[in-house]
């Protein structure tokens, strides 16, 4: 790989790490740069002469930790509680065919387990953009998935893992395809406008591209971590959701990483103790009322305590620990249980104070 192919890629990749931090503060710009870069990357080092080996597991893991941040955002930011679990579904439902994927190659799993989650966060944030999401029946939100999963998603997963067509490749061999999209696009903008627009209800609200205010009496910090010492513990629902979201990220990103030679279940079980260990740690601090303002500062010393346990941790295994491998999912782990941590208390307040949402 030369030197500029080499810069490239590295930036390339920075940008899928970066870009999907934006998601939280700006959801449908943000999600939809992230959708737009997974389907150029490709095509951007092909271009520079570099064609990635293990790609589609490289793109799989990647799309895994973009839609990791969609879906903690979704703690965060929605307040639609018939959405949110809708939403809650897909994601972890597309979770686990993406690890059954990387465990077994098998592509129709792909189409068993379609990326509708993606899809339906856009609709959301769409139609929050302009309603008020809290006046639609789950029947609605119900039947946003069930378009989303059967017209959209099903075509494009068999296209893409199950055909494996390019989309760049079938137009370039089929130039009249263009025009029959383009006429295609224009047909549907006119039905939009004379068919469908003119039977929407009035907007509740301007267009809004950042997510809603957060409720008043937990929009700070202290108060969040106030709130998970009333009601979170070590061993509960919100840390088997830490455990089975991060063990299956790792388990993914561990398929992605040439160098990686330990079984599943001993990533499992590391995994495991160590969101344990963080929970364990973070309450001790949220209940002697000790709170660090941002979520950089508090993913910075997440990390670093979480480096401190792994080589403890290794010393006693007698350096059976790989450093590199360990580190990054350190890194993943510090990330994925700070934001659900900071986020989780937002939600749940949401749904225990029904009274505290907007109209």
Same mark, same amino acid.
């Given at each position: 790989?030369?030197?500029?192919?080499?810069?490239?890629?590295? $930036?390339?990749?920075?940008?899928?790490?970066?870009?999907?931090?934006?998601?939280?503060?700006?959801? =449908?710009?943000?999600?939809?740069?992230?959708?737009?870069?997974?389907?150029?990357?490709?095509?951007?080092?092909?271009? !520079?002469?570099?064609?990635?080996?293990?790609?589609?597991?490289?793109?799989?893991?990647?799309?895994?930790?973009?839609?990791?941040?969609?879906?903690?955002?979704?703690?965060?930011?929605?307040?639609?509680?018939?959405? !949110?679990?809708?939403?809650?579904?897909?994601?972890?439902?597309?979770?686990?065919?993406?690890?059954?994927?990387?465990?077994?190659?098998?592509? /129709?799993? =792909?189409?068993?387990?379609?990326?509708? !989650? #993606?899809?339906?966060?856009?609709?959301?944030? *769409?139609?929050?953009?302009? %309603?008020?999401?809290? *006046?639609?029946?789950?029947? %609605? /939100?119900?039947?946003?998935?069930?378009?989303?999963?059967?017209?959209?998603?099903?075509?494009? #997963? +068999?296209?893409?893992?199950?055909?494996?067509?390019?989309?760049?490749?079938? =137009?370039?061999?089929?130039?009249?395809?263009?025009?029959?999209?383009?006429?295609? $696009?224009?047909?549907?903008?006119?039905?939009?406008?004379?068919?469908?627009?003119?039977?929407?209800?009035?907007?509740? /609200?301007?267009?809004?591209?950042?997510?809603?205010?957060?409720?008043?009496?937990?929009?700070?910090?202290?108060?969040?971590?106030?709130?998970?010492?009333?009601?979170?513990?070590?061993?509960?629902?919100? *840390? =088997?959701?830490?455990?089975?979201?991060?063990?299956?990220?790792?388990?993914?990103?561990?398929?992605?990483?040439?160098?990686?030679?330990?079984?599943?279940?001993?990533?499992?079980?590391?995994?495991?103790?160590?969101?344990?260990?963080?929970?364990?740690?973070?309450?001790?601090? $949220?209940?002697?009322?000790?709170?660090?303002?941002?979520?950089?500062?508090?993913?910075?010393?997440?990390?670093?305590?979480?480096?401190?346990?792994?080589?403890?941790?290794?010393?006693?295994?007698?350096?059976?620990?790989?450093? /590199?491998?360990?580190?990054?999912?350190? *890194?993943?782990?510090?990330?994925?249980?700070?934001?659900?941590?900071? +986020?989780?208390?937002?939600?749940?307040?949401?749904?225990? #104070?029904? $009274?505290?949402?907007?109209?």
């Amino acid at each position: 790989m030369s030197t500029g192919a080499a810069v490239v890629f590295v $930036a390339v990749v920075a940008a899928r790490f970066l870009l999907p931090l934006a998601i939280p503060y700006f959801p =449908l710009p943000a999600v939809i740069a992230c959708l737009v870069l997974d389907g150029v990357d490709q095509t951007i080092f092909q271009s !520079f002469g570099y064609d990635p080996p293990g790609y589609q597991s490289y793109d799989k893991a990647m799309d895994v930790y973009y839609l990791a941040i969609a879906y903690l955002s979704t703690l965060r930011n929605w307040t639609s509680e018939s959405a !949110f679990r809708i939403s809650r579904f897909l994601f972890f439902y597309r979770l686990v065919g993406a690890l059954l994927f990387e465990l077994t190659q098998w592509r /129709w799993l =792909l189409l068993v387990f379609p990326n509708v !989650f #993606e899809y339906f966060f856009i609709a959301y944030e *769409t139609i929050r953009s302009r %309603w008020s999401p809290l *006046t639609f029946l789950v029947s %609605w /939100w119900l039947s946003v998935a069930g378009v989303i999963w059967v017209v959209v998603k099903l075509p494009q #997963e +068999w296209w893409l893992h199950v055909a494996q067509l390019d989309v760049t490749d079938q =137009l370039a061999a089929h130039q009249w395809v263009i025009g029959l999209l383009v006429a295609l $696009a224009a047909g549907l903008a006119v039905l939009f406008q004379r068919v469908v627009r003119p039977r929407l209800r009035p907007a509740d /609200w301007d267009w809004r591209i950042r997510p809603e205010p957060l409720p008043e009496q937990i929009d700070e910090p202290h108060e969040r971590e106030a709130w998970r010492v009333r009601y979170d513990a070590v061993w509960s629902r919100n *840390t =088997l959701e830490k455990v089975l979201l991060l063990g299956l990220i790792c388990a993914i990103f561990a398929e992605m990483l040439p160098d990686y030679t330990g079984s599943m279940s001993n990533l499992f079980v590391g995994v495991a103790i160590v969101v344990v260990f963080n929970t364990m740690v973070s309450l001790a601090i $949220a209940r002697r009322a000790w709170t660090i303002k941002t979520i950089a500062a508090t993913f910075g010393v997440r990390l670093l305590l979480n480096i401190a346990f792994a080589t403890i941790a290794n010393w006693i295994l007698d350096n059976q620990i790989d450093g /590199w491998d360990t580190l990054f999912f350190l *890194t993943m782990i510090s990330l994925i249980t700070t934001l659900h941590d900071r +986020w989780r208390p937002i939600h749940e307040f949401r749904t225990r #104070e029904p $009274a505290a949402q907007p109209n």
